[in-house]
């Protein structure tokens, strides 16, 4: 059974940091490319980055650009979403995903109907 737990979410002030992570059981993992969304209350879910399967290629929406970093260990099958800067409006319950790629995760998906598996979600509160 495919799983995504996420964790590292809290709360935090403005202008802080945290470290999202988001270990994955699918396999292989490099077949995946890995994304974060979130949703805020009261609004749709957001695409907020991806990776591609080596690494080397990562996309993010402009609200998080300088400020968020997504990166993977492929030998831990695992995601993360370093956020610095953190604003009140990044206030959302943050979502791992995946979509599955063959061979490699080598698309950089933005639209949350291309991703296979989701994560339960991680609260993320920034109090000003």
């Known amino acids: 059974q495919v799983q995504l737990v996420e964790s590292g979410g809290g709360l935090v002030q403005a202008g802080g940091s945290l470290r999202l992570s988001c270990a994955a059981s699918?396999?292989?993992?490099?077949?995946?490319?890995m994304g974060w969304f979130r949703q805020a209350p009261g609004k749709e879910r957001e695409f907020v980055a991806a990776?591609?399967?080596?690494?080397?290629?990562?996309s993010y929406t402009d609200s998080v650009k300088g400020r968020f970093t997504i990166s993977r260990d492929n030998r831990k099958n695992t995601v993360y979403l370093q956020m610095n800067s953190l604003k009140p409006e990044d206030t959302a319950v943050y979502y791992c995903a995946a979509d599955r790629q063959r061979p490699f995760g080598t698309v950089l998906t933005m639209s949350e109907n291309e991703y296979d598996y989701w994560g339960q979600g991680t609260q993320v509160t920034v109090s000003s």
């Open positions: 699918v396999q292989p993992f490099i077949s995946y490319t």
């Open positions: 990776i591609n399967w080596s690494g080397g290629s990562t």
